[in-house]
C-alpha cells in the first residue's frame, strides 16, 4: 500500500534537505570559550554556581540570537518546548 496517490508524481529520491553547512571558525571559537571563560572566573574567586548561570544566560542569548538570525524555526520550537516544560514544574 501507497501513501501517494493515483497518478501522482513519484518522490523525488535523495535527500530532502540540503546538508549541513560545515562548522565556521566563529562557532567553533564560541563553543570554545564558554570552557575557558568559566575556567577563568572560577579561578579568579566567582563561585562555581554563579559561573554556570551566567554562562547559561550567554548561550541562551546567543541561541536566541541564531535562531532569529536564521530563521531556525526547529530550535524556536525547541526553545517553546523547553519553557512549556518548565512551566509545568
Do not use: E, W
Not at 560545515?22 to 571563560?37: H, M, W
Amino acid at each position: 500500500m501507497s501513501t501517494t496517490p493515483k497518478g501522482a508524481p513519484a518522490p523525488a529520491l535523495g535527500r530532502s534537505r540540503p546538508s549541513r553547512a560545515p562548522v565556521t571558525a566563529a562557532q567553533a571559537f564560541g563553543i570554545s570559550v564558554f570552557p575557558l571563560l568559566g575556567a577563568g572566573l572560577a579561578g579568579n574567586g566567582m563561585p562555581v554556581r554563579d559561573v554556570l548561570v551566567l554562562l547559561a544566560g550567554c548561550g541562551v542569548i546567543g541561541a536566541a540570537v541564531y535562531a532569529v538570525g536564521g530563521s531556525g524555526r526547529l530550535l524556536l520550537q525547541a526553545f517553546a518546548a523547553a519553557l512549556h516544560a518548565a512551566a509545568r514544574r
